[in-house]
């Protein structure tokens, strides 16, 4: 119960802390001091007492889209492994319903993009679909794999890696790089997105919102917030020891999903945006990470039959 | 069974009395009969699905001498499809034709009902003659619905084209069965059994037997006729044959698995290949696609391969005796069968709509039809999001138990085969965002922006029946996306027929939990949905309201819809990556000069089967028949050599066998 509270709680703050810590490394690394910490949480407040102006062209779907897409994206964070791997919410298959979930919410963020009639959120949105057609076989193949080793079905279960051996460490190392691959492109950081760009038509999460404002603007960049925290959910449920107690394990996870940042934040003081056309090489990345942990986990099962 | 057998009588009541009824009434009286005759036999089949099968034999003369038509639990799951996609389609079909006042369409409406009539006999007939009697009935009645607009070159050829195809399948299928009745020695499906005995001759049997089968279902590469036959008929039988017709070719895939039993493992992993190719490449092509009814064929040709690679993952686990591949698989495959009927008519429906409403089916003529048509925009966004496999509607429930059956199933499989499993799983994730993609575009070009046509710009929803038709099929989308568990009870029940390893019925109850579960979770969902969209309306009027403005265009304000995003522009990042592979024909005119006066892009689709596989086919055998030209010279003298040869011919025979 303590746990799902935990996992509630950090739903609400730990997003926008990971933007926070992102947005200070980046700032320190350009010999700035940045904004405080929590400064995208108190952005939403403020977007949230703000009114709107919406385009003459857009239709009911511009409307629902941004609180439906909040709504699936947070009953996603809900199946999502927490604390101690402890889920909210859990039955077999949950991951799948996790995931069709935030499909969902994309599916509406893309015709809501397409809803305004604006040739740059149509070219937004095109890049954005395209991008999760290369991302999501990989996690469904990485979870398969999971799944194929550990008999698992539900959320938690599957990511519960044995303590030692070969396989585990295969899973935990391409896991780790998968999701954090994953978390820039869904989270449209650099070296696929910059969400500090200027210029719309270089932009790709940024421009399908252009016509988004108060409320709405508010529950979208939450949602944007929420998936990357997502990817730092997995990763942890992937790294934390099985045998954690309670207490290091509520401490541990929100020092995995900063840690996450952070590293977010190293790669992009670093690392220059990828041309937009070179981006799908990069993407491709995450499935062969996906393919090298299945071919490990078929090699370690005791070979082809 | 006697209710099945009085719908089928009324279904061919409708049919003919509607040829007496004057032609005003005429439609409505054929509407009426046909929707009680299907109801009739729809509650045939509920009752069968609760208490087990039930068969009736009639005795004729030579040749056909007994017919036996049996409702057993697969043949009832696909009666009630039959039926329920029936009663939308002649609701919706009612109001369609209501468009056509100056056509008499007595034939129409008797092949309609000769269509779907023949669809419930295919589904119950046990032997070989009255199937292949009704399968060609079949095909024949959908020819004459697809030839509705004869007057169209497009038409006839995409008719000539189906009716070459439907009958290869045709003979393919005669080919199997005579092959099963050499070694059965009767024309029974049960006895067909017998072959199995022999086993690379069954799997050859069934090779050919299923490669018929796959060209009605319109697997890849056996597709070629769909995408230009759906789009060619009316969209109230695009609805059907996409919906409804092109799954007794799954029927036919069940049975015949069914009566022979545990499949080879190659037979397994033919089908498995087969539907993933037809899923993955489907969606593709219907990704490059600017004609919205050809764009939802080939999304037939995904789901025909979402259906197979459930089908698939079934015969494997019979194979390897694994418990949930085949129950899971199998109740997956069914239940997307159902679904796909759901969407599929309710898209094909759309389309129609939108086409009688804006005369042009080409989507970067169209946008902006959501002011204007709203209804028709709306259930059709309902259809997009359900044919995505998103939830909370009935495509993601199927999508659901596939999955679950690769997850539990893949540990169970012994060596490669758990890695087949797992990329299976990847590939359905694969077609599934793909699919996202190809709806999005065609829900955001269509409905959404502003009108790119003055054509676009003048539509409106259509009238109560085809918005009646569409809704129903909204309804049950509804009813099998929100409370999935009954409906996925029924289909294990089906399922549990397969030769299963341990019990059904155990192993189903706790999948029926867990969507119990999966139903709860999508009305909080909902509960979320409204509260969070309520916050913000809430939030919004306090804060000051909504002002309306144009669009944000860099501080342009006079955008025209000419400068809206296209589909083809929208799909472009995804054809720069796979355009090659499909054949997408592509040609740019550059800007020239200073001031350039013109510049043009436009690209083509081409199916690479069609290519490479049929327009060879085709020319191979004209140049083949060519050879023989000289037999028909048009000489009269040459003729009569050709009688004189045969009484010549024929004589010598005779004397020779006395």
Known sequence: ?305 | MTLFLAGILTLLAAGVFQAATPRPARIACFALLAVAGLLLAGAGAMTTLMNGAESVLFAFPFPLETVTLELDALSAFFVLVISFGGIAGTIYGAGYLGGYPDRPLRGHLFAFALFILSMLLVVTAREVLPFLFAWELMSLSSLVLVFFDRRNDEVRDATVNYFVAMHVAFALILTGFLLFMTRSGSGEFSSFAAATADGPFAETALLILFAGFAIKAGFIPFHSWLPKAHPAAPSHVSGLMSGVMIKTGIYGILRFTLIVGVPTTRLALIVLALALLSAVVGVLYALAQHDLKRLLAYHSVENIGIIGIGIGLAMLGLRIGNGPLILLGMAGALLHVLNHALFKGLLFYGAGAVYRAAHTRDIEKLGGLIGKMPATAALFILGSVAISGLPPLNGFISEFVLYLAMFAGAPLAAGAFGAVVVLTAGSLALTGILALYCFTKACGIVFLGTPRSDAADRAHDPGGAMLAGMALLALAILAVGLLPAPFFAAVATVAATFPFPGDAAAQAAPIVATLGTVSRVLVLFLSLFAFLYYMRSRLLARNGGVAADATWGCGYRHATARMQYTASSYVSPLMALTGRLLGLHTHLERPQGLFPARTAFRSHPHDLVDAYLIAPGAKLIRYLFSLLRWVQSGDMAQYILYGVLFLAAALAWIMGGT
């Open chain 1, 1 to 305: 119960m303590v746990a799902h509270m935990l996992n509630i709680l950090f739903l609400l703050f730990l997003p926008f802390l990971m933007l926070g810590v992102m947005s200070r490394i980046k700032a320190l690394a350009g010999g700035r001091k940045g904004p405080p910490l929590l400064q995208p949480f108190f952005d939403m407040l403020k977007l949230l007492r703000k009114g709107a102006v919406v385009s003459r062209v857009t239709s009911w779907v511009f409307t629902v889209a941004p609180s439906l897409a909040l709504a699936a994206t947070l009953t996603a964070l809900l199946l999502a492994p927490g604390v101690g791997r402890a889920q909210v919410i859990s039955f077999d298959g949950d991951i799948v319903l996790c995931l069709y979930l935030l499909g969902l919410a994309k599916f509406f963020q893309l015709i809501s993009a397409l809803d305004t009639g604006s040739a740059f959120e149509g070219m937004g949105a095109g890049r954005e679909a395209l991008f999760s057609v290369i991302v999501e076989p990989s996690l469904f193949l990485f979870a398969g794999t999971l799944a194929l080793v550990s008999g698992a079905t539900s959320f938690g279960a599957l990511f519960t890696l044995a303590q030692s051996g070969a396989w585990p460490a295969v899973a935990a190392t391409t896991g780790t790089l998968l999701f954090f691959l994953l978390m820039l492109t869904e989270g449209c950081r650099i070296p696929v997105d910059d969400p500090n760009t200027h210029l719309e038509l270089t932009m790709i999460h940024e421009v399908m919102i252009l016509d988004n404002a108060g409320p709405d603007l508010a529950f979208l960049q939450y949602a944007a917030a929420l998936k990357m925290y997502l990817f730092a959910l997995l990763t942890a449920a992937l790294v934390l020891p099985v045998d954690l107690s309670p207490l290091p394990a509520a401490f541990a996870l929100p020092a995995v999903a900063l840690l996450c940042a952070a590293l977010a934040g190293i790669v992009e003081s670093l690392v220059a945006r990828f041309r937009i056309s070179h981006v799908p090489q990069f993407l491709f990345l995450t499935v062969a990470l996906a393919l090298i942990a299945l071919a490990a986990s078929v090699y370690f099962r005791g070979g082809v039959a």
